[in-house]
């Protein structure tokens, strides 16, 4: 197969330009909640608080979610480009809800270049990358806990923006539900687009699991995290994501540590947790999110020579 560098790869306009290339960008459907870094973090704390009235905590999808990344994932090597699959200029409603194909997957991630914001976004279907785009917005705010969309989403949006087709779900690197109100990164985004989202993080922002995290866990394995008083916007003891074990040593006394899940819009618990789980290929990180991790790395340097 084609190597990754057939895959079309776009530049983002900023999210609120208009497309000049007859391409169809994700809509911002809810543009109250655009991240607006000039708002104090009083204001920031209350948007998120809105964010989170408005969140959608159970499945609302467009299609099969067992389909979410087919039989096997995409490798760095084993990419099909879009020449592969008919040709890059698909119209951008073409999802796996239209035509009956897999759902279109976005994994999102995000890398910093100085104090600019790279947001990348790798598109798989059936687990072949068909599109990459990425953006570079300025970073307005320091990084703050709990106000990560307020630094990285105006990058994020511009990201999507790029993108020439509707992805049915995005799995982003980030907190979703997770969050001290309810609205991390997945779901201030998710709820922006109206885009079912899966929050990916690699620590645990808080709330607290049901069970011990500093152990070995069994591959495949699966902890509650509930909400404590961290969790301003519901009550202690609410299911608001779990502690997932993609990968694991099998002969050794290492562990990997767990990978943080929860909803982001439109989606449960429990579907993003099997999201994560399907598109797992071996590595720690689902194929989507690892592969939109290593393009944001790839383009660092071309960002960085730009800035200079």
Same mark, same amino acid.
């Given at each position: 197969?084609?190597?990754?560098?057939?895959?079309?790869?776009?530049?983002?306009?900023?999210?609120?330009?208009?497309?000049?290339?007859?391409?169809?960008p994700?809509?911002i459907?809810?543009?109250?909640?655009?991240?607006?870094?000039?708002?104090?973090? $009083?204001?920031?704390?209350?948007?998120?608080?809105?964010?989170?009235?408005?969140?959608?905590?159970?499945?609302?999808?467009p299609?099969?979610?067992?389909?979410?990344?087919?039989?096997?994932?995409?490798?760095?090597?084993?990419?099909?480009?879009?020449?592969?699959?008919?040709?890059?200029?698909?119209?951008?409603?073409?999802?796996?809800?239209?035509?009956?194909?897999?759902?279109?997957? +976005?994994?999102?991630?995000?890398?910093?270049? /100085?104090?600019?914001?790279?947001?990348?976004?790798?598109?798989?279907?059936?687990? $072949?990358?068909?599109?990459?785009?990425?953006?570079?917005?300025?970073?307005?705010?320091?990084?703050?806990? /709990?106000?990560?969309?307020?630094?990285? /989403?105006?990058?994020?949006?511009?990201?999507?923006d790029?993108?020439?087709?509707?992805?049915?779900?995005?799995?982003?690197?980030?907190? /979703?539900?997770?969050?001290?109100?309810?609205?991390?990164?997945?779901?201030?985004?998710?709820?922006?687009?109206?885009?079912?989202?899966?929050?990916?993080?690699?620590?645990?922002?808080?709330?607290?699991?049901?069970?011990?995290?500093?152990?070995k866990?069994?591959?495949?394995?699966?902890?509650?995290?509930?909400?404590?008083?961290?969790?301003?916007?519901?009550?202690?003891?609410?299911?608001?994501?779990?502690?997932?074990?993609?990968?694991?040593f099998?002969?050794?006394?290492?562990?990997?540590?767990?990978?943080?899940?929860?909803?982001?819009?439109?989606?449960?618990?429990?579907?993003?947790?099997?999201?994560?789980? +399907?598109?797992?290929?071996?590595?720690?990180?689902?194929?989507?999110t690892?592969?939109?991790?290593?393009?944001?790395?790839?383009?660092?340097?071309?960002?960085?020579?730009?800035?200079?």
């Open positions: 197969m084609p190597a990754a560098a057939a895959v079309p790869v776009v530049r983002a306009a900023p999210a609120a330009a208009a497309r000049s290339d007859g391409g169809f994700v809509k459907v809810r543009p109250e909640f655009v991240p607006d870094a000039s708002l104090s973090r $009083e204001k920031m704390a209350d948007l998120q608080c809105e964010i989170a009235d408005a969140a959608v905590f159970a499945d609302d999808l299609f099969d979610p067992t389909r979410i990344c087919g039989d096997g994932a995409a490798t760095d090597t084993d990419q099909t480009s879009l020449d592969d699959l008919g040709g890059g200029n698909a119209d951008a409603t073409d999802s796996g809800t239209a035509t009956g194909e897999q759902p279109l997957v +976005a994994g999102v991630d995000q890398a910093f270049v /100085g104090d600019h914001a790279v947001s990348a976004i790798v598109l798989l279907r059936g687990g $072949e990358v068909v599109e990459r785009v990425h953006a570079v917005e300025p970073a307005a705010i320091p990084y703050i806990p /709990g106000l990560l969309s307020f630094r990285e /989403g105006t990058a994020i949006l511009s990201a999507f790029a993108l020439s087709r509707d992805p049915d779900v995005a799995l982003v690197d980030g907190s /979703g539900r997770i969050h001290f109100r309810e609205a991390g990164i997945a779901t201030h985004v998710g709820v922006t687009l109206d885009l079912p989202t899966v929050g990916v993080a690699k620590s645990l922002l808080c709330g607290a699991p049901r069970e011990s995290l500093d152990r866990l069994p591959q495949g394995a699966r902890v509650a995290i509930e909400a404590d008083a961290d969790v301003e916007t519901v009550e202690p003891g609410t299911r608001i994501g779990e502690a997932v074990q993609t990968r694991q099998e002969h050794s006394d290492r562990y990997v540590n767990p990978l943080i899940v929860s909803p982001g819009h439109r989606v449960c618990a429990d579907t993003a947790v099997d999201a994560v789980l +399907a598109c797992a290929d071996g590595y720690k990180l689902p194929e989507p690892r592969l939109a991790d290593a393009y944001a790395d790839e383009v660092k340097a071309e960002v960085r020579e730009e800035l200079d």
